[in-house]
Every structure is written in structure tokens, then in C-alpha cells.
């Protein structure tokens, strides 16, 4: 710790780290119960696995999102083989600390994925990986021309090492955090600013990530910074996402697809009943088994 540094002016006040860390539960504000310093399994319990070759294990976060996009869009797309159950894996109570869910993804982050058309299943875990997966399993949203293809792996590993400073960073301090830290908040609102801004350039004369090409990498990136640009974190006003007019033109784009707006839907517990299907075994949920219809029904899936 530098010399100059006043304990006075740290937060708490007074606070200087110790030589040592150790882990105290009731730290991590909104998320401390599913966090932990170590890996691993708390409880047995197996996955369920339903009829289709794809079974994924997942909840409507940004990440989550990704994946029922691509499967959604194989399935327009004519991949039959593309059919998956989406299993609703809630980490408010810990599920994806089970060891069903461990076995597949030791990181215990969602979402996770097995592929059976394959014996064993394959297992797969980080959705960047899963889209790529799915893209060359299928030849689909990936393409083979050399320079749109570098173009399309550029922008999927860029979403997948930006995002942590937006959701992680600026999404944890401004909303979730237990307390208002100014320094963070500034922090990662300058880099989350800096993020808009560098799609907001890359898209001024482009209809795509890639190009004039829709690909993954649309698919990585509209979860997340099309949250931001409409309504994560309560902050739009904050972060001035009106200056983005290129970003916000891809952002209608891409939402306006119907398998967008279907993979948006899956696995999804907040928002309005009528977005959210949070489980997706058929074509059909999203027309008889949308949580509203659920709950009129009285809690009856059929």
C-alpha cells in the first residue's frame, strides 16, 4: 500500500487491507449468497435430461441469453437437429452448485450444455464456446470467407473479455453493491462509456459485427449491450446511451428478429410473465407454457 495512502478516505473509513484475506459470507452485497472462494459441488442432485440431443442448463441472464439465441436461430434456420430442452437453473439458490450441474461445468456458472447425440454426451461450459461449438457443428452464423470469419472471432472474444467490466464492474457497483462507491462507479462507467462507444464506431457503416453478415458475434454481444442500451441497471439516463445512434440502430436490428426474440424469452424469471418461458422443451412453450399462462392456469405447465 502506498505511504501516501489515508485510511481515512478509504471505504469504510479507516479501512487498510489485511495481511491476510479471508472470506466473511455476509460481504457481496445482492449476490454474497451464491459466491464462495473455492469450487466444487454443495449437494447431490443429477440433471434432468429431456428427449432432445441438446440439453441445456441455464437462467435469462445476458449469458444464458446467447445460447437460446443461436439454438432459436439454428431451429429458424432449418437445423433440426438444433432441438434442445432448456432447463432453468436458478442461482439465487445455489442449483448450479449441484454436482449434476459441477460435473458438467466445474465453475459452477451459468449456463452449461451436453450435447447426447454424441455417447458419452459432449459437455460444454462458457457460452462463447457454445456458440462456437454450435456454429461449426451446424455451419451455420459462422462464416467461411477468411476475413469475415477473423472478423467474427475478433468481436466473440471481445464480448467475451469486455462484458465482466460492464456486469461485474459498472453493473455491481451502480446497482447491486451495498453501498455507493464513487471512485467504482466512475471507474466502470467510464469503461462501460468507452465499450459503447467503440461499437457505436465499429457500427456506423455496417448492419452487422462482421459486416453485412449476421453472425455469433451479434449473438454475444446484443444480450449484453442491448440490455444497456434499453434497461439494465436502471442506468441509461446515467450512462447518456442516447448519444449511440449507430449502436442503437443495430440494437432494433437484431431485436427485431423472431429468434431473437424467442431465445430472450427462455429461461427467463424476471421481466413481465408474458417474457418469460423458463422452461423450453417444445416449439410449442412459447405458445402455451409462457409464464403467464402458466400462472392463469394456476402453476399447470402442459
Known amino acids: 500500500?502506498?505511504?501516501?495512502?489515508?485510511?481515512?478516505?478509504?471505504q469504510p473509513p479507516g479501512y487498510t487491507p489485511p495481511k491476510v484475506w479471508t472470506w466473511d459470507a455476509e460481504?457481496?452485497?445482492?449476490?454474497?449468497?451464491?459466491?464462495?472462494?473455492?469450487?466444487?459441488?454443495?449437494h447431490d442432485k443429477e440433471l434432468p435430461v429431456g428427449k432432445h440431443p441438446i440439453q441445456l442448463y441455464s437462467m435469462g441472464t445476458p449469458n444464458g441469453v446467447k445460447v437460446t439465441i443461436m439454438l432459436e436461430e439454428l431451429l429458424a434456420a432449418g437445423h433440426k437437429g438444433?432441438?434442445?430442452?432448456?432447463?432453468?437453473?436458478?442461482?439465487?439458490?445455489?442449483?448450479?452448485?449441484?454436482?449434476?450441474?459441477?460435473?458438467?461445468?466445474?465453475?459452477?456458472?451459468?449456463?452449461?450444455?451436453?450435447?447426447?447425440?454424441?455417447?458419452?454426451?459432449?459437455h460444454l461450459f462458457e457460452s462463447g464456446s457454445?456458440?462456437?461449438?454450435?456454429?461449426?457443428?451446424?455451419?451455420?452464423?459462422?462464416?467461411?470467407?477468411?476475413?469475415?470469419?477473423?472478423?467474427?472471432?475478433?468481436?466473440?472474444m471481445w464480448q467475451m473479455g469486455s462484458a465482466p467490466f460492464v456486469g461485474g464492474g459498472f453493473g455491481h457497483f451502480y446497482n447491486y453493491a451495498p453501498f455507493k462507491i464513487e471512485y467504482a462507479i466512475n471507474r466502470y462507467a467510464?469503461?462501460?462509456?468507452?465499450?459503447?462507444?467503440?461499437?457505436?464506431?465499429?457500427?456506423?457503416?455496417?448492419?452487422y459485427m462482421a459486416g453485412d453478415e449476421y453472425t455469433i458475434a451479434d449473438m454475444a454481444i446484443w444480450p449484453w449491450y442491448g440490455s444497456?442500451?434499453?434497461?439494465?441497471?436502471?442506468?441509461?439516463?446515467?450512462?447518456?446511451?442516447?448519444?449511440?445512434?449507430n449502436l442503437d440502430r443495430w440494437v432494433e436490428r437484431v431485436g427485431e428478429?423472431?429468434?431473437?426474440?424467442?431465445?430472450?424469452?427462455?429461461?427467463r424469471t424476471?421481466?413481465?410473465?408474458?417474457?418469460?418461458?423458463?422452461?423450453?422443451?417444445?416449439?410449442?412453450?412459447?405458445?402455451?407454457?409462457?409464464?403467464?399462462?402458466?400462472?392463469?392456469?394456476g402453476g399447470d405447465r402442459v
Open 130 to 156: 457454445m456458440l462456437f461449438y454450435l456454429a461449426e457443428k451446424f455451419n451455420a452464423f459462422f462464416p467461411r470467407e477468411i476475413r469475415k470469419r477473423t472478423e467474427t472471432m475478433n468481436w466473440l
Open 270 to 297: 424476471f421481466g413481465g410473465p408474458e417474457t418469460q418461458l423458463r422452461e423450453r422443451h417444445d416449439a410449442s412453450d412459447f405458445e402455451k407454457n409462457r409464464q403467464d399462462m402458466v400462472e392463469a392456469r
Open 190 to 207: 467510464m469503461e462501460t462509456k468507452r465499450q459503447l462507444h467503440v461499437l457505436d464506431t465499429h457500427l456506423a457503416d455496417k448492419d
Open 228 to 245: 444497456i442500451m434499453r434497461s439494465a441497471y436502471n442506468s441509461q439516463e446515467f450512462l447518456s446511451v442516447h448519444e449511440y445512434k
Open 27 to 42: 460481504n457481496g452485497g445482492a449476490f454474497a449468497s451464491i459466491n464462495r472462494p473455492v469450487s466444487g459441488a454443495t
Open 82 to 122: 438444433a432441438e434442445y430442452d432448456a432447463w432453468l437453473i436458478e442461482i439465487g439458490k445455489g442449483d448450479q452448485f449441484s454436482s449434476g450441474f459441477v460435473d458438467i461445468n466445474p465453475n459452477s456458472k451459468i449456463p452449461a450444455m451436453a450435447d447426447h447425440s454424441f455417447d458419452p454426451p459432449i
Open 1 to 10: 500500500m502506498s505511504e501516501t495512502n489515508d485510511p481515512a478516505k478509504n
Open 257 to 267: 428478429r423472431d429468434a431473437v426474440k424467442r431465445g430472450f424469452m427462455v429461461n
